[in-house]
């Protein structure tokens, strides 16, 4: 059974890692069907693929079929949450810079990353307190029910307020950015949602099958999120550019 595990987890890590370098060369070559207005959403689009092809190179060892069968296994959880430090926060900014709220709403902006930074950060404190048994039962799901909390606050953000603000401003090229929105809350909404899903198991079962599902589960949300959610801005872009024309 322990090999099921294992085997998965391998292959939806090498799945991830291939998915994110086609995306990210896929956004450098079709940079140029961007006109020079969209042309930092390719940009943003680039560094959230790039720097998650770059962490997982550096994880690459721990997720070999080799050591994922041994039974003493040293999870990758800083390379987990140093990733999504840097990538989540250009995400989310991504949409700001396509409908220019990164000129216009920088209160929503700043609340967005501001909430951004604090879910990662209770994430990552659950987490390694979790494995490493080092704070007490309580401390883990304080930083936890943190951590959620913030995340339903970047929700209730995309889904009640920015559709609020698009509808308010008189422009244009507001269904387009309606569409685009109704998708990345999706994703923000169930997308992100297995990140906590994968954490919270692994509370009352310590195995090592419990802790590799939570690794595929890491494994699928990265590359389904980050570019699913760099496409989407980035389609949008496309279609924003050709209005400009």
Not at 200 to 215: K, N, P, Y
């Amino acid at each position: 059974m322990m090999n099921i595990f294992a085997v998965t987890t391998s292959y939806t890590f090498e799945f991830a890692l291939i998915t994110m370098i086609a995306a990210t060369i896929y956004f450098f070559l079709e940079r140029y069907n961007l006109s020079d207005e969209y042309k930092p959403v390719s940009t943003l689009a680039i560094l959230t693929t790039a720097l998650a092809v770059v962490e997982y190179y550096h994880m690459r060892d721990f997720f070999s079929l080799e050591n994922l069968s041994k039974d003493n296994l040293n999870y990758p959880t800083e390379f987990r949450y140093i990733t999504w430090l840097i990538a989540t926060p250009i995400m989310l900014y991504t949409y700001f810079v396509l409908t220019k709220f990164n000129k216009t709403q920088k209160p929503i902006v700043i609340l967005t990353i501001s909430l951004n930074f604090l879910m990662i950060v209770s994430g990552y404190f659950a987490e390694s307190s979790q494995l490493n048994n080092v704070m007490p039962v309580s401390f883990t799901y304080s930083m936890f029910a943190t951590g959620f909390a913030s995340w339903l606050g970047i929700v209730f953000i995309f889904s009640s307020t920015l559709p609020k603000l698009i509808n308010n401003e008189n422009n244009p090229n507001n269904l387009i950015c309606l569409k685009c929105l109704s998708v990345v809350q999706k994703l923000v909404t169930y997308g992100w949602a297995i990140y906590p899903v994968g954490l919270f198991i692994t509370f009352f079962d310590s195995s090592v099958e419990t802790a590799l599902t939570r690794e595929i589960i890491y494994n699928f949300g990265d590359c389904f999120n980050k570019v699913g959610f760099a496409l989407i801005c980035f389609a949008c872009a496309k279609k924003l550019s050709k209005q400009t024309v």
